[in-house]
């Protein structure tokens, strides 16, 4: 019975990207977009080969720019595994153009995905946790939301004249970073390890039949993989069970999956589109809200201003905290993605745990 889920598991996967082109096993050649998925990948792949990525360091998947090194490992790659558009906003016009045959996987769109639905506001319902905040939180946002879509875009009209003229791709793919912000789907599905299970089923798929010559490996490499991965969720609901009331202020909205998996209790983001500074009326706001709603912590976000939540937190009783949705301080590698979540639960727990004085 297991056996024959687990086949009908990859059937779906091969139909939804296409069947791929099987290859020899020492020309197989994958490129991954972001550190999570690029450390699944090279999980499923360790043994045989090592997968390049894209996005390094502490650059933003938002906003990234390719190499000329890098645009020709898209060029010569057999598989790309990235996202989707409305996530790596940056790739969108080099994967239009790509010469090569290449087989490219769009992860949102695997088949057993748990997706969640775009937030609407810069602060939210609490859910079981609120002591009647909901109300206020889901009002005060909607006209935060609106003030902030308006400064976004007047900042964005202001970038468009700078760089007026720089054609149709340009075009392309600053529609698609607006459907980051305002998209319907929420994109950080990697956050929920039960997810990035999904997405393993997925790689070893795809993986094994570009490289039929090495599937038995990559087949293993998943199996210890899932296992790790149930022992990944099964810590950090223990280790996150005893903060889960205490309300906090993320940089941007990147983490409902982690909040949705383990019940925490995030009740908004500086920031609705994490390449806008907020306005000074919305940190204003925000400020407000904070004191309000008693927050136990507000999350930076090392790709971006973690001078901000330093104003923010002047005279309330705020902790500050530091959340990576990317983990991009962490070397790329099979160990980052578990190590990228356990930062995750640990920061929140620290944070969340501690007390400030008023």
């Known amino acids: 019975m297991v056996r ?8 779906l996967v091969a139909l939804a990207f296409g ?6 096993a020492d020309e197989i050649e994958v490129v991954v977009s972001i550190k999570p998925v690029h450390s699944l990948v090279a999980g499923v792949m360790e043994g045989v080969g090592r997968p390049a990525l894209l996005v390094t360091g502490t650059g933003s998947e938002h906003s990234y720019s390719l190499r000329p090194s890098q645009a020709r490992l898209l060029d010569e790659a057999d598989v790309v595994f ?11 016009k080099s994967l239009q153009a790509l010469a090569s045959d290449a087989e490219v996987v769009e992860l949102w769109k695997v ?31 909607e006209h935060v939301e609106e003030h902030e879509e308006e400064h976004a875009e ?22 698609a970073a607006e459907d980051h912000a305002h998209g319907e789907t929420d994109m950080h599905v990697w956050l929920d390890p039960t997810n990035a299970k999904v997405l ?9 039949n570009a490289d039929p010559q090495n ?16 022992e990944l969720d099964r810590s950090m609901e223990d280790r996150l069970a005893t903060v889960s009331d205490r309300p906090y202020v993320v940089f941007h909205d990147a ?10 209790n995030a009740v908004g983001a500086i920031t609705i589109n994490p390449t806008v500074r907020p306005s000074a009326q919305r940190l204003r706001e925000i400020h407000e809200r904070l004191e309000h709603l008693d927050a136990a912590c507000v999350f930076a976000e090392p790709q971006f201003e973690p001078a901000l939540v330093d104003t923010l937190i002047e005279g309330t009783r705020a902790n500050k905290g530091v959340l990576d949705p990317l983990g991009a301080d962490l070397d790329a590698g099979p160990d980052q993605y578990f190590r990228l979540m356990s930062n995750l639960a640990d920061a929140l727990a620290d944070c969340l745990g501690a007390s400030k004085s008023g």
């Open 154 to 175: 007047e900042h964005e009209g202001e970038h468009a004249e700078e760089h007026e003229g720089e054609g149709e791709h340009a075009d392309a793919d600053h529609e």
């Open 200 to 208: 393993v089923e997925a790689i070893v798929s795809v993986v094994g």
């Open 111 to 141: 088949p057993g995905l748990t997706l969640l639905a775009t937030r609407e506001g810069g602060m939210w319902e609490a859910h079981e946790h609120g002591d009647g905040l909901a109300d206020a939180a889901h009002g005060e946002g």
């Open 19 to 24: 069947g791929g082109r099987a290859i020899d």
């Open 82 to 92: 990235w996202v989707g558009e409305t996530m790596e906003t940056f790739l969108i």
């Open 255 to 264: 983490y409902q999956y982690f909040e949705h998996r383990y019940d925490v």
């Open 215 to 230: 599937a038995s490996t990559y087949q293993a490499n998943a199996a210890r993989l899932q296992e790790q991965l149930a």
């Open 4 to 11: 024959g889920v687990a086949n009908f598991v990859i059937v």
